[in-house]
């Protein structure tokens, strides 16, 4: 019941929307019951003897006296004898075309509110949950697949928002009319209208336990869904691996394995949500033919209160009702898949982001003087601890050059420096300040990263060089692709700054997405610069020309390197030597090179000595 009262909330912003859609359902009800209302006096009055009929003595209706089916009757009754049989028909004819006109415009209408309201809150549960992952912490997406948070994203809000507008487009329509005919089968004949509602209880159970079995179903289905759409998204992110090592008949398989389960899942869903529909209009029909059976037999004998215009009308009625039920049959059966996605959803929605901003969070505008890590320990939620009592004092304008064999915590060490982590033991300052009491915002403006992946965004090369940076001139953006030695073959694409380097920039080679990345950091031109491996990716010559454009971005700038290759790290301040997540040695590469120790292993390793 939470998760369908959160799901119900969205609703809140589209008030005056669904206050005008209410109107109209109502209008609705009103309209099609007055429809079949006139078959009465066509029954009674034009296709029957006028004299046989006794309508009542005036055309005053009061509900304080007397039977008002009986007054209304008898009023509908003397407006008819009024007139001859053919003008009376031709009547009847034309006030049944104008309520038929006015019940589908307003069902027209309907329908154009619940489009503009449906679209109105799958767009804001969408930007609700894109705006949640993104406070969210790396913690959370290195748990999670990518493929399951798109499923979510795309599938699971389009289930819940169609389960909030099968509510809204029933609740105040079909509950009303299913009640105004209940009513008026109770005023036409309360015992027969008795022996209905005792038996609605039954239908109700039957109703419930498939609406269970459906919220199981949905739930596996929308799991298997987001499983494939996970494996989808590895296999075009991995397809040249995939065609190197001859593997595209494995993925087939694999691909076919997961989509046959999917199969099985919805075809036992759509059994069980096909099932209820048509089981609950053949219970009413059943229903229905008893009332005919019992109701007839009254008629006949002429011992029903019913005139048989009346006795058709009450049918018409009790039939009417079956469409309305077997409606709110299939929108509680939405509602429960709807629910399952809300179960998934919100979820995601309440987790908390494990880095935020403190209340009393200071605004730092420039970096001072050091970067101090003080005891600073770190584990990801299922390893061992990647960081072992680091401890390090950097000074501004200090190179320091990162250095260890893989999986020795290098990058986990950068990447506490931004915030995308806290320490768990230890703290982190930067000018005296821990970083937890430091805005994420004022903290990463310090702050250009080139990472060891080079994440290139489906937009123009100029876009993608002045990403976070607002209002840049192209003159600067340009200055930057010099620097790092992008501008001539960025000159040589098919339009220049405008060519458009697709997913993950897939249309530019690794070295050309790796330079756009360092020409990202040269023009945002921060005090503090993290470079990951920034220039793995580059062949010999523009590695050098790149390593020259850095060396001098770096001049004045604290900066922290990461480099497997040594000859990119001969200039550094110092060198820090890691080891299974511990430092364990700094110093001047020189004075590394000549000392016993891992780096001058590694160094011995690399330069083959």
Same mark, same amino acid.
Request: charged share 20%; proline share 3%; aromatic share 8%.
């Given at each position: 019941?939470?998760?369908?009262?959160?799901?119900? !909330?969205?609703?809140?912003?589209?008030?005056?929307?669904?206050?005008?859609?209410?109107?109209?359902?109502?209008?609705?009800?009103?309209?099609?019951?007055?429809?079949?209302?006139?078959?009465?006096?066509?029954?009674?009055?034009?296709?029957?003897?006028?004299?046989?009929?006794?309508?009542?003595?005036?055309?005053?209706?009061?509900?304080?006296?007397?039977?008002?089916?009986?007054?209304?009757?008898?009023?509908?009754?003397?407006?008819?004898?009024?007139?001859?049989?053919?003008?009376?028909?031709?009547?009847?004819?034309?006030?049944?075309?104008?309520?038929?006109?006015?019940?589908?415009?307003?069902?027209?209408?309907?329908?154009?509110?619940?489009?503009?309201?449906?679209?109105?809150?799958?767009?804001?549960?969408?930007?609700?949950?894109?705006?949640?992952?993104?406070?969210?912490?790396?913690?959370?997406?290195?748990?999670?697949?990518?493929?399951?948070?798109?499923?979510?994203?795309?599938?699971?809000?389009?289930?819940?928002?169609?389960?909030?507008?099968?509510?809204?487009?029933?609740?105040?329509?079909?509950?009303?009319?299913?009640?105004?005919?209940?009513?008026?089968?109770?005023?036409?004949?309360?015992?027969?209208?008795?022996?209905?509602?005792?038996?609605?209880?039954?239908?109700?159970?039957?109703?419930?336990?498939?609406?269970?079995?459906?919220?199981?179903?949905?739930?596996?289905?929308?799991?298997?869904?987001?499983?494939?759409?996970?494996?989808?998204?590895?296999?075009?992110?991995?397809?040249?691996?995939?065609?190197?090592?001859?593997?595209?008949?494995?993925?087939?398989?694999?691909?076919?394995?997961?989509?046959?389960?999917?199969?099985?899942?919805?075809?036992?869903?759509?059994?069980?949500?096909?099932?209820?529909?048509?089981?609950?209009?053949?219970?009413?029909?059943?229903?229905?033919?008893?009332?005919?059976?019992?109701?007839?037999?009254?008629?006949?004998?002429?011992?029903?209160?019913?005139?048989?215009?009346?006795?058709?009308?009450?049918?018409?009625?009790?039939?009417?009702?079956?469409?309305?039920?077997?409606?709110?049959?299939?929108?509680?059966?939405?509602?429960?898949?709807?629910?399952?996605?809300?179960?998934?959803?919100?979820?995601?929605?309440?987790?908390?982001?494990?880095?935020?901003?403190?209340?009393?969070?200071?605004?730092?505008?420039?970096?001072?003087?050091?970067?101090?890590?003080?005891?600073?320990?770190?584990?990801?939620?299922?390893?061992?601890?990647?960081?072992?009592?680091?401890?390090?004092?950097?000074?501004?304008?200090?190179?320091?050059?990162?250095?260890?064999?893989?999986?020795?915590?290098?990058?986990?060490?950068?990447?506490?420096?931004?915030?995308?982590?806290?320490?768990?033991?230890?703290?982190? !300052?930067?000018?005296?300040?821990?970083?937890?009491?430091?805005?994420?915002?004022?903290?990463?403006?310090?702050?250009?990263?080139?990472?060891?992946?080079?994440?290139?965004?489906?937009?123009?090369?100029?876009?993608?060089?002045?990403?976070?940076?607002?209002?840049?001139?192209?003159?600067?953006?340009?200055?930057?692709?010099?620097?790092?030695?992008?501008?001539?073959?960025?000159?040589?694409?098919?339009?220049?700054? !405008?060519?458009?380097?697709?997913?993950?920039?897939?249309?530019?080679?690794?070295?050309?997405?790796?330079?756009?990345?360092?020409?990202?950091?040269?023009?945002?031109?921060?005090?503090?610069?993290?470079?990951?491996?920034?220039?793995?990716?580059?062949?010999?010559?523009?590695?050098?020309?790149?390593?020259?454009?850095?060396?001098?971005?770096?001049?004045?700038?604290?900066?922290?390197?990461?480099?497997?290759?040594?000859?990119?790290?001969?200039?550094?301040?110092?060198?820090?030597?890691?080891? !299974?997540?511990?430092?364990?040695?700094?110093?001047?590469?020189?004075?590394?090179?000549?000392?016993?120790?891992?780096?001058?292993?590694?160094?011995?390793?690399?330069?083959?000595?």
């Amino acid at each position: 019941m939470e998760v369908f009262i959160r799901i119900l !909330k969205y609703l809140k912003p589209y008030k005056k929307t669904v206050y005008l859609l209410l109107f109209l359902m109502l209008m609705y009800v009103v309209l099609n019951l007055f429809s079949m209302a006139m078959l009465v006096p066509l029954i009674d009055v034009i296709f029957t003897d006028i004299s046989a009929v006794t309508p009542q003595s005036t055309i005053a209706i009061d509900i304080t006296k007397g039977n008002l089916k009986d007054q209304l009757t008898g009023w509908l009754y003397q407006t008819m004898n009024q007139y001859s049989k053919h003008d009376a028909l031709m009547y009847v004819c034309i006030i049944i075309a104008i309520g038929f006109l006015l019940k589908n415009l307003t069902a027209y209408l309907q329908m154009y509110l619940n489009a503009a309201i449906e679209q109105g809150i799958l767009r804001d549960l969408r930007n609700d949950v894109q705006r949640h992952l993104h406070k969210l912490s790396l913690h959370f997406f290195m748990a999670r697949r990518k493929g399951h948070l798109i499923s979510m994203v795309m599938n699971d809000v389009r289930l819940i928002t169609e389960s909030i507008m099968a509510i809204l487009s029933t609740v105040f329509r079909d509950p009303p009319t299913i009640f105004v005919s209940v009513t008026i089968l109770l005023i036409f004949n309360w015992k027969l209208t008795m022996i209905i509602l005792l038996v609605t209880p039954i239908f109700g159970f039957i109703i419930g336990r498939i609406g269970n079995k459906l919220k199981k179903y949905s739930l596996r289905y929308q799991e298997k869904l987001a499983e494939i759409t996970a494996l989808m998204d590895e296999t075009i992110s991995g397809v040249r691996v995939i065609k190197a090592f001859k593997m595209e008949k494995h993925e087939i398989e694999k691909f076919e394995t997961h989509t046959e389960r999917l199969y099985k899942i919805f075809v036992k869903l759509s059994r069980i949500r096909s099932i209820s529909s048509p089981l609950s209009e053949y219970l009413g029909i059943l229903l229905a033919a008893i009332v005919l059976w019992f109701g007839g037999q009254g008629i006949i004998a002429k011992t029903s209160p019913m005139t048989a215009g009346q006795f058709i009308f009450y049918l018409t009625i009790l039939l009417s009702m079956l469409q309305p039920i077997k409606i709110i049959t299939q929108v509680y059966n939405s509602v429960r898949e709807g629910t399952a996605a809300g179960e998934r959803l919100f979820g995601i929605l309440d987790i908390n982001p494990r880095i935020v901003d403190s209340h009393d969070a200071t605004v730092i505008k420039e970096f001072k003087h050091s970067i101090v890590f003080d005891n600073a320990s770190f584990k990801y939620d299922t390893s061992d601890l990647v960081l072992k009592n680091i401890n390090l004092q950097v000074s501004k304008s200090e190179i320091i050059a990162i250095v260890g064999p893989s999986g020795s915590g290098k990058s986990t060490f950068v990447d506490l420096i931004p915030r995308f982590y806290d320490p768990l033991e230890g703290s982190i !300052k930067i000018d005296g300040i821990d970083l937890r009491n430091v805005t994420q915002d004022s903290l990463r403006d310090l702050m250009g990263i080139v990472t060891q992946e080079t994440i290139l965004f489906n937009d123009s090369v100029a876009a993608n060089i002045g990403y976070g940076v607002k209002d840049v001139p192209h003159e600067k953006i340009i200055e930057a692709a010099k620097i790092a030695n992008a501008h001539n073959f960025i000159e040589n694409l098919s339009d220049g700054y !405008k060519t458009m380097v697709g997913d993950r920039g897939v249309k530019l080679s690794g070295g050309e997405r790796q330079r756009l990345a360092i020409a990202r950091a040269v023009l945002k031109n921060p005090p503090i610069l993290i470079l990951d491996e920034a220039t793995s990716s580059l062949d010999p010559e523009s590695e050098m020309l790149v390593q020259e454009a850095l060396e001098r971005l770096m001049k004045n700038r604290t900066s922290f390197v990461i480099a497997h290759r040594f000859s990119t790290i001969q200039n550094a301040d110092r060198v820090v030597v890691m080891e !299974k997540g511990k430092i364990v040695q700094v110093g001047k590469y020189t004075d590394l090179v000549s000392a016993d120790g891992l780096f001058k292993k590694l160094y011995n390793l690399q330069f083959r000595l």
